[in-house]
């Protein structure tokens, strides 16, 4: 590696390290544990686990489980993208160097995988109900969470292209859910043949 190469390189390192020393200052000031908000990202983030565990489908729990890790990856992915690109930020945050961690570790991936379970066992249309669920979780949690000031929106960015984020990502995480469950299937028959 050049020289000059190697400088760049360990310029970006260092600023990234200021910016995570920068969250935790940040998250000690803010956003600990003798904050309000704290408990209030803590119950977003144990509750929906508590609702999961109690009311998942036993025989069904891989499938929900793969579907549900897909919605959780691709919001943090697009969260990263999103924050590096200030399009948004969340001003309290439940664990300093992951600021959506109680939407996108607990909140959404749980409320997706339920309604999944649910379209799966009363044999409804998935996505019209995911369309519905993505408008109730654009136009009225982050409303509301921009409200008492949780999530924060910039240079732009709005509910409609938020509502779109989501739709994206439910599609996404359905389509590789279907293509994992057909290359499963796929491998079942050749095995019985």
Do not use: C
């Not at 069904?60 to 399009?87: C, E, P, Q, T």
């Not at 001003?91 to 939407?103: C, K, M, N, R």
Request: no cysteine.
């Amino acid at each position: 590696m050049a020289q000059y190469q190697s400088d760049i390189l360990n310029k970006i390192r260092s600023m990234v390290e200021e910016v995570a020393q920068s969250q935790i200052e940040y998250w000690k000031s803010f956003s600990s544990f003798d904050s309000w908000q704290f408990w209030i990202l803590m119950l977003m983030s144990v509750v929906p686990l508590i609702v999961l565990f109690i009311f998942i489908d036993k025989r069904k729990m891989l499938l929900l489980g793969f579907y549900g890790l897909n919605i959780h990856v691709w919001m943090f992915y697009v969260d990263v993208i999103a924050r590096s690109f200030g399009l948004w930020d969340y001003p309290y945050e439940l664990i300093p160097i992951l600021p959506s961690f109680s939407l996108d570790g607990s909140l959404i991936p749980v409320a997706y995988m339920l309604l999944y379970q649910w379209t799966l066992n009363n044999k409804k249309n998935f996505y019209l109900y995911s369309l519905l669920l993505s408008a109730i979780y654009t136009f009225g949690v982050k409303a509301i969470m921009h409200f008492f000031h949780f999530f924060h929106m910039h240079d732009g960015m709005n509910y409609v292209y938020l509502f779109f984020v989501y739709v994206i990502v439910f599609i996404v995480s359905k389509l590789i859910t279907n293509l994992f469950l057909w290359l499963q299937q796929k491998e079942i028959k050749e095995e019985n043949h």
